[in-house]
Nanobody, 111 residues
Framework: QVQLVESGGGLLQAGGSLRLSCAVS????????VGWYRQAPGKQREWLTSIRQDGSSNYEDSVKGRFTISRDNAKKSVYLQMNTLKPEDTAVYYC?????WGQGTQVTVSS
């Protein structure tokens, strides 16, 4: 059974940085592509970025240049470094791997 556990969310002021982690278990991690998504109150869940098995990645335009996804195959984890955060980045952030979702971690950015 594939499990994903997000961590690292919190409350911070606009302009700050945060690093989210997604720990993956129950699968051969190096063979799994992982994506980060977020869902703001009253809005649909949206895709932000994905990292493939070979380490290549792509980003949604609104986070390109501010967010960076990375993976550590030895630690079976994927990270999301978020810089220059804005109030509109406030949401629950989820990771997805092999069509499995984590429980999410809340990020709140105050103005």
């Amino acid at each position: 059974q594939v499990q994903l556990v997000e961590s690292g969310g919190g409350l911070l002021q606009a302009g700050g940085s945060l690093r989210l982690s997604c720990a993956v278990s129950g699968t051969i991690f190096s063979l799994v592509a992982v994506g980060w998504y977020r869902q703001a109150p009253g809005k649909q869940r949206e895709w932000l970025t994905s990292i493939r098995q070979d380490g290549s990645s792509n980003y949604e335009d609104s986070v390109k240049g501010r967010f960076t996804i990375s993976r550590d195959n030895a630690k079976k984890s994927v990270y999301l470094q978020m810089n220059t955060l804005k109030p509109e980045d406030t949401a629950v952030y989820y990771c997805n791997g092999g069509n499995n979702w984590g429980q999410g971690t809340q990020v709140t950015v105050s103005s």
